[in-house]
């Protein structure tokens, strides 16, 4: 079943969570016969549950299917399904990668969103044709001129090339594949030449070990033949090629611009990461494809099991996640305050929600998670560079010369009459102004450099509060910046509380002090003795707060019939102590850390 | 006689409940039912036959002290006291110096029906008198008033009754602190030989509950009733009356001798629909180091009952019995008895007991001496919580 490559096209389809991606998706496998309307699911490329319920991909897919196009010819096209998220941006850039064209969809009624356009860039960079598209035409609200004329002024593509389609009705469909064909280039690369695969997503599957998403950019991989990861440097023999019709059909081969599935009985991911290169043992490619780089998790939170002995099977359910994302870190560490638990590390705020979820969801284990912290750089006056990811790893401040913090880009987009809810916004989280754009004449993108620390706790949902959720954003790593960064820590009665110890700017820690000072105080239960809650900066006490001994807990009346009830009334109220977390003598309620860690406005 | 290491096999504590009531109080969380459903004389056929049901298992015991409570025990007549009365006199032995208690609503005895009780051996009478205030009396439902209190105390001194006990209850919503100084009073100016003061205890499922709940009640906060805890205890000492369990005062040798036998855990047959009853059992049982039971709580089940399988049943492990010796212990104002729990459980339960109230030790709430562990005046109102640390 080899086609000619000159009528082979590999493209993606970028687009903004609710523009219609999936069903755009369904409706091209519809349209050429891969699925018929009846058998399909909804939206059969987002696999995962949860992936369906947030709208989003995690994990990158691809399908082949067959397109006769005007020119009577039968097309291969490979639609591959990027990741939708900022936290995935490495994945998504492999993707690319991956293609020689994008659809961009974009609503019609709702224009570019920052997150479309930071993809848009990755492609344009990669030179990638890009056919726009206009979805949602069918609807009331559609304003299809605006959003052409949006297009033209900020990515700068003629609004004459702009198709409308409705992914629902099915309306333009047809002329965007024929777009396909026509305005996208066949891959190149010679199908003699010695093998170089490109993986873009690979991921574990219990029966088959690791299965990796490959475009072949040279050469040909065949079944029984010996290959050679050429970061990771391991060798393997291929087991099973295939592609997806959606329907998983077996191959023997994938040649030079081919997109399809590899099994080699690779057992771990991380020996098959995404960017690394397949090439063959005999005869072995001289470089690499361009673009790999080691992910390294840029966000980091302690995992603790709300119940000490949940914590083996969080051990196994963390091993049985990160087989399947190599992106994804753990490693064993004891909190004084929450026991035995594990360091874990994410690309972002969404990968580690997205873990939280399946641990509590597919695992049935009840979590606490410290709050998220990014890695600083600390140089001590010794001339020692440490990075820290545990703010209660943090040497004594004496020791400590500087701390520099990560900093991102962010890109802001917002209709206007919101600028100066989000400068302000911005001011408050330190962030430094580096552009301000007009798209148009109602919505402005701002950019500024932001501490990553003052975005991962809710930045997000304050910026979607004060815009009513009309801003979008986006952020890419932009380096580290020295700053006056001090650890805050809650001691209660002169312990302190690791789990709650936090890195903060200076100018912030009275006002965070205060607030956690306050708010611990209402979560702490009245104990036989009074408890002094402290906020400290070091040494130095910023805040403090008393919770009143209790005066009374005593039942009134227990004679013959009563002794029984009252045991197990007693019983029942050690059951909800032991559940409690001891610092020195004072009991804790679990619901006091996830109170303390869910900062709200 | 089977061997036992417990303390008193030989004698026996005996309950009677009376679960008829002529009117519901409103903070009452008790199961009563109307006077005369079922009448009387069945009620008596049904007490009498679970008399001879169960007295075989507590053949050779000497009866020590006898509970008649309810309810309202003062709607019955006389007859039916001298008939379950006499029967267990023709049973079980009489111990020399038996207590036997009967419960009164202020509003009922007559001067003939109290000596009948006296004749039949009722020796002490405790007066639901709850407060002296008319308002206080109402929002509690009761259905007498101060003066029924005095009249009472009145009567049964002309029969010549002097072990008379009062209950009040307080911490009461608008009880002010004059308030509260008026009830102890009006108590003590009765010169009762015995006292029982319990802070108002909002109980799920009564008409209080639901008022509270809708926010039609207040009642005063915790730290209150602590305070008013510290001010009754004080002036009822100051009295004569010193406390000798939580809520409980007396005049020294007036302590309830069957309460007290409640609190040692001693052995108890209950009487009556919902009645518990608890025996130590042989060290080799199955049933576990004691056997609490009670039978159907509805009094018309009751009054069917054959007695053959209680509805309720609490087998209780040797260390959950240690437990409970020290929870309830420790509401006594003697305290826990170290020297009888080592008889009973041996030395190691025992000698950790001082680790596990470190806390409440080092937070000054208890006192620890080599026989003895008990609760400091600031650590009475917080008897539950130091308990706990003795739990598992």
Known sequence: ?601 | MRKSRFLDNRRLSLYLHIPFCRSKCRYCAFFSVPVDTPPADMYLRAVLRQVMAESGRWSGRRLATIYIGGGTPSVMPAAFYEAVLSRLAALFAWDPVIEITLELNPADPAPGWLAACRDLGVNRFSLGAQTFSPAGLRFLGRRHGPEHVRRAVDMLRTAGVENISLDLIHSLPGQDAAGLHADIDAALALDPAHLSAYCLTVEPGTPLARDVAAGRVVPPDADRQAGDMAVIRDRFAAAGLPAYEISNFARPGRESRHNLRYWHLEDYWGLGPGAWSSRREPEDSARGWLRRWAWTGAVANYAAADFSRPVEEDLVSPRTAFIEMVVMGLRLTAGVNLRRLRRLFGDPWVDELPDRFAAARSAGLMELSPTRLRLTERGVPLADEVSLAVLE
């Open chain 1, 1 to 601: 079943m080899s086609t000619r490559r000159e009528q082979i096209r590999n493209f993606s389809i970028i687009a903004h969570i609710d523009h219609g991606k999936s069903t755009l998706a369904d409706r091209l496998l519809e349209l050429t016969g891969a699925l018929s309307s009846r058998d399909m699911k909804e939206q059969v490329l987002d696999s995962m549950d949860l992936e369906r319920e947030r709208g989003i991909t995690i994990k990158a897919q691809a399908v082949r299917i067959v397109f006769r196009a005007a020119d009577g010819g039968d097309y291969q096209l490979n639609l591959i399904d990027t990741p939708g998220h900022v936290d995935f941006a490495y994945e998504v850039s492999r993707s690319l990668a991956a293609t020689e064209g994008a659809v961009l969809v974009v609503d019609a009624a709702q224009g570019i969103e920052a997150q479309t356009l930071a993809n848009v860039y990755h492609a344009i960079d990669q030179d990638l044709e890009i056919i726009p598209v206009l979805n949602k035409i069918d609807l009331p609200v559609a304003e299809p001129e605006r959003v052409k004329r949006q297009i033209a002024d900020i990515i700068g593509l003629p609004a004459d090339d702009c198709l409308p389609v409705s992914a629902k009705t099915g309306l333009g469909v047809p002329e965007l594949l024929q777009a396909v064909v026509d305005r996208i280039s066949p891959p190149r690369g010679d199908r003699e030449a010695p093998l170089k695969a490109m993986i873009f997503d690979s991921w574990y599957d219990s029966y088959q070990g690791v299965v990796a998403l490959v475009r072949v950019f040279e050469g040909t991989i065949r079944t029984g033949m010996q290959v050679r990861m050429m970061a990771v440097g391991k060798e393997y023999e291929v087991q099973r090629l295939g592609i997806k019709t959606p329907l998983t059909v077996d191959v023997d081969e994938l040649a030079a611009g081919e997109v399809g599935f590899v099994i080699a009985g690779v057992k771990d991911v991380a020996d098959c990461r995404v960017g690394d290169t397949i090439t063959g043992v005999k005869r072995p490619a001289a470089v690499p494809c361009p673009g790999f780089k080691e992910v390294k998790p840029m966000v980091f939170s302690g995992l603790y099991p709300v119940d000490s002995v949940d914590y083996e099977p969080l051990r196994d359910a963390l091993s049985k996640l990160s087989l399947n994302d190599a992106s994804f870190q753990y490693l064993p560490e004891t909190s004084v305050a929450l026991g035995f638990g594990f360091r874990c590390g994410f690309l972002g705020l969404l990968h580690m929600e997205i873990v939280q979820e399946r641990l509590e969801r597919e695992y049935d284990l009840d979590l606490i998670t410290t709050a998220p912290t990014v890695v600083y750089r600390v140089t001590l006056k010794d001339g020692t560079l440490l990075e820290i990811d545990n703010p209660s790893k943090l040497p004594p401040v004496q020791a400590v010369e500087s701390i520099a913090e990560p900093v991102v880009r962010a890109t802001i987009h917002v209709p206007k009459e919101y600028i100066g809810n989000i400068m302000k916004l911005c001011d408050e989280r330190r962030g430094i102004q580096r552009n301000m754009t007009y798209l148009d004449e109602t919505r402005v993108m701002l950019e500024y450099e932001l501490p990553l620390n003052e975005i991962v706790l809710d930045f997000y949902d304050q910026l979607k509060s004060i815009t009513r959720g009309y801003a979008s954003f986006d952020y890419e790593p932009a380096g580290h910046r020295v700053d006056r960064l001090v650890k805050l820590d809650i001691l209660v009665n002169g312990d302190l509380v690791d789990a709650l110890s936090l890195i903060v700017h200076e100018s912030k820690s009275f006002d965070r002090g205060q607030e956690m000072a306050v708010k611990m105080k209402e979560l702490i239960p009245r104990q036989m003795f009074e408890v002094a809650i402290q906020a400290a900066v070091g040494t130095r006490i910023i805040a403090r707060t008393t919770v009143k001994a209790l005066r009374k807990n005593v039942t009134a009346k227990c004679y013959g019939g009563d002794i029984t009830r009252k045991r197990k009334l007693l019983e029942k109220q050690k059951a909800g102590k032991k559940r409690m977390k001891r610092i020195g003598k004072v009991d804790l309620p679990q619901d006091a850390f996830l109170a303390m860690l869910h900062r709200e406005s």
